[in-house]
């Protein structure tokens, strides 16, 4: 009796020009039984997405196999003739990818595309695809399972696309899935909802699975079974159980340390109150931004509202919130990329001109803004030495030897070898760039740094290297920053004051050990609930949460009035919340909640008993309506 | 050392043992012709070596009438002049000759007109995605104005207009190609101005012309250089057409567009006459194209993405 | 939707009136007084101020512009100078030909040419695929004169199949009137798919490096269909881009090929009308292509639009 599934001393390379083999992946076996899921954990360059597109006999141009067999039920696929791989491919084995909005054709129909395997390869004839593709978004709790075949993949959000893939991938019954980071691109409260459902098909469906991931904490939700790989070579592999909990590799325990641990108070360290002085670095007073023309200081396309923020001074203050939340906006107002069309922007207690164009060089110098990825942040064609260069030269004007010195002084300071200077940003790996990025803010000598999600597109292990980075930095320079992130552990480790963000609004801030601890605004509630937690079993548990049972199963509505929060509060008020302006409530000195409820409200609810409701079962009855996309 | 370094070499020596980051840097890919990339290289090579030495190694001069006869066959013998390769022409001057002189004329012009359109359409061009508003507005209609004109009749117009001298065709076909060259350059700009590092160029409040040298030009230098190839062979084509429409350069020097024209009733002859400079002409084109062809096939196709939208 | 067709036609109208200008001041520029040649030998200073005075030739430019354009939106066109016949009864016939010509080659070559550009991009690297990329490769490399030379030379020359001339009537049967067409179409036809059949092959490869084209393949879906189904849709809009620009193309830009066959087309009209310094005739002809070429570029924009969904129906 053979293996459901069996990879077999996998072995895969690329060549250089002059013929010479890479191996990407270097014998690599493992097994999936059926009812399974197998976890390949691994940063990126590990080739776990190699080995899961290889399962399918497939491999990108530029690569081969050039030994090793993967077996689906006893035969090697990688000797099959191609019509055989071909028959095989969304027949016996089905993939799900990680962006998709990208692995979706946008010029045809949802329905079409999700049943396009099961109707060619024949298991199906289209009227039983269509009927199976309607069953399969009832089961992935997609809203209107009717009509959405019609809709084309740009008219639904995110979220729904990723579960549709998963509809796609499970419509032709097949023996073995394969996920490759399908939720590594989606906000928490996303990726509980898709995770949930995953889950749940899965199980219904009874097929084993694949699932590639860079997370452990997502890893402990799904898997049965870990493989742990670095560099194409597994390191460990075990019962999910036994690898969480007792890792013996070194790489793996390296892994676990850079989880981020659940948002709380305390997580950070001790405020450093030495640096206060009475007048804030920044300012934001009452403002208002968006896109499109301004009418009455309102755009036509609102995306914050009545901003009210200080950042004092060698302070960090994290601003978080999911995408479309307006945090990148809010970033992007104060460095005066975007005008604000309302309120005012002080620096040291002077007003700042709302568009840049009208700032002085000394207001530019002092407010510098670092853009979440590296790799467009870089003139591809300029040295390190001259993107470091330029801004001491341009704002300090500081030339020739005392430029280099300068440049040598800053790559030490982000802990970069000094020989980096004469080096191109593509010679430079992701993390490496990430701090040749920072250093540019810096080398202008600022007051501020706006830091725009910089951790957002790295590993999970560089990513903690850099947040490691940014702390040394905030001690040695006295620098204040504005870090802006969705991840709430990050920014709760780091910051000394947190912004929530939802829908254009503060709904809370404070300094972070209150944000952190009771009382909560209800969203920040559920953004701490669905941060996953390092341990099998947590998403079954979370999901009997209260704020779950609303909060997720609906999406974001932008709103002109009332609390943008109402349509996913579990104690919103009817005919209060929906129409009035939250009122802003002081709990402590410097901490704010925007809410209807008062402080009393909120801890009495707070500590009320949990209301058992089984996550998996909720359906949500009008959450159809107000779940569309925007 | 400073405590920066030490932390920078521990760090690295750390790196070595415990799993540091794996490199993302690309393997640098070299270009690589395939044999057809080669021919080409080598025809394109020989025609500039003809518009440089092509007077010196042509057996006759170009307006030279010393043949026996006109549309003489190849190979013909005239008694104590010579050879006549590709045989004569309705003038009875030898047709080998007149196109090594002609390619200083067909390639050489177009070859400068090419670069001209260059300077101003990548210029204006770059500009206009960098500046945008007005502008750009006004730039790209009385661009679009030129494209929806048939460039060989505007280019009949202009000579019309002002005659038929060497420097007014070079400045036709300059200003022609300029609005394609200003199409092309415009939309890699605005590819390359939505880039981070040109917006964080921008907030620090760089002048435009260094945002324009600096930051943008040194990233579109590639795919433009390819561009130029393709440009320069419709420069050809239209210099030929004119010159065959009698309007382009004109007698007694040898080009290869006016070649075909005037030894065109020879084909009532059956002589190979007009066919030769015709040929030319493809030699030249084909393998400018040829070398396009590979070189864009590397790059990833972002040049017949722009050539197509 | 609307919006974005409404500002294509803005456009175009925009595009329209400077060309206008542009090609007032270029045909203001062309040498000669048009007065004198007018009336020739025979002119007296009283007739050549009388004449220009009754054609407005006096006025300043400003002026002389604004009346021309007026009488042109009133669909006016004119009085040749060259025998003073009514420009639209002169453009009338060529125009006719010119579009007898086109309609002919596009509904020839465009079906055809996407065929082979798709057939091309489904056997990649295949001798179908090298035959094509080459062939097309040397066809758009060379001159028209040199493809019509070449095909006089064969086919009328060596084999004597058909005349090298086209000359048309009106009063020939239509067997007659392929057989006088013939040249010019199989040349035409030539020179514009072999552009069409380069782009849709570069079109539809390009495409094909998306991720969606890979999640294609990994559902096991065939190459043809992924080809046909998946990649063509997604290229309508440049596809249909490039046939525009040939449609263009073969109602104003074939003078080569009118002249070397004497084909009484459009383009020869104006050529002539440049050679004998006839202002109004050349205007209106140069107005007409302008034409042409905006409205065939706003119909490839609408129908790059409808062709897809994203700005079909937006969210």
Sequence with gaps: MSELFEIDNLQIQARKEDGTPIPIVKGVSFKVKAGQVVALIGESGSGKSTISLATMAYCRPGLEFPGGEVRLHGKDVLSMEPQDQRNLRGNNVAYLAQSAAATFNPAITIGEQVTEAAVLHGVLTQDEADKRAVALYHALELPEPARLGRRYPHQVSGGQLQRLMAAMALVSGPDLLVLDEPTTALDVTTQIEVLKAFKKVIREEGSAAIYVTHDLAVVAQVADHIVVLYSGEIQEQGPVDLIINNPTHPYTKRLMAAVKPTPKAGMGEDLDQQHSRVVPNIEVKNMTAGYGGIVNGKPAITVLRDINVKIKNSHVVGVIGESGCGKSTLARVIAGLLPAAKGEIFLDGKQLQADLKNRMSEELQKVQFVYQMADTALNPRQLIGEILGRPIEFYRGIKGAARREEVAALLRLVELPVEFESRYPSELSGGQKQRVNLARALAANPEVVLCDEVTSALDSIVSSNIIILLKKLRDKTGVSFVFISHDLSTVGSFADEIVVLYAGRVVEQGPVDEVLAPPYHPYTRLLISSVPELRVGWLEDTMQKREMAVGIARGVEITDSGCPFFNRCPIAIDGTCDVDTAPIREPSPEHYIACHRTIEEIAEIEAAPQQVLHGFEVAAPEGDKAAKPH | MTDATQGAETEAEEGKTIYDELPDAPPKKKLKLSWTGKIGVALVAFWIIMVIVGPWVAPFHEADIIADDSYLGPGYVTEGEGTHWLGTDYLERDILSRILWGARMTVGISFIATLLAYAMGVTAGIAAAVKRGWYDMILSRINDAILSLPTIMLGLLIVVAFGSSIPILIGTAAVIYASSVFRIARAFGQEIMVMDYVEAAQARGETIWWIIFREVLPNAVMPLATDFGLRLVFVVLFISSLSFLGLGIQPPAADWGSMVRQNLEGLQYGSLAPVWPALAIASFTIAINLIVDDVSAKSGGDLAKKMIS | ?315
Excluded at chain 3, 138 to 150: D, K, M, Q, R, Y
Excluded at chain 3, 255 to 265: D, Q, R, S
């Design chain 3, 1 to 315: 939707m609307q919006r974005m067709v409404i500002q294509r036609i803005w456009i175009g109208l925009a595009t329209l009136w400077v060309v206008s200008v542009m090609v007032f001041i270029m045909t203001a520029a062309l040498p000669g007084d048009v007065a004198a040649i007018v009336l020739g030998q025979s002119a007296t200073p009283e007739s050549l101020a009388a004449y220009r005075a009754e054609r407005g030739l006096d006025q300043p430019l400003v002026f002389q512009y604004f009346g021309w354009l007026g009488s042109l939106m009133t669909g006016d066109l004119g009085i040749s100078k060259a025998g003073g016949a009514t420009i639209s009864s002169l453009i009338a016939g060529r125009l006719y030909n010119t579009m007898l010509l086109a309609a002919i080659v596009a509904v020839i070559s465009v079906p055809v040419s996407v065929m082979l550009g798709l057939l091309a991009a489904m056997y990649p690297g295949t001798w179908i695929d090298r035959v094509l990329t080459f062939g097309t490769l040397s066809l758009i490399s060379v001159p028209e004169f040199f493809i019509a030379t070449f095909m006089v030379l064969i086919l009328a020359v060596k084999l004597q199949w058909l005349p090298a001339i086209a000359n048309i009537s009106g009063d020939e049967t239509y067997l007659e009137l392929l057989r006088g067409l013939a040249m010019p179409l199989i040349t035409l036809i030539i020179v514009v798919a072999a552009q069409m059949i380069r782009m849709t092959r570069a079109g539809i490869l390009n495409v094909m490096n998306s991720p969606y084209i890979e999640m294609a393949i990994l559902k096991g879906v065939r190459r043809n269909r992924i080809i046909l189904r998946h990649a063509f849709f997604n290229t309508i809009g440049p596809i249909v881009n490039v046939i525009a620009l040939n449609l263009a193309y073969l109602v104003s830009g074939v003078v080569i090929v009118e002249t070397i066959f004497a084909y009484p087309g459009l383009a020869k009209l104006m050529i002539d009308g440049v050679q004998t310094r006839d202002l109004p005739l050349v205007q209106a002809c140069a107005m007409i292509f302008c034409g042409t070429y905006v409205v065939l570029i706003i119909l490839a924009d609408v129908a790059a639009i409808l062709a897809n969904p994203r700005l079909r129906n937006p969210k």
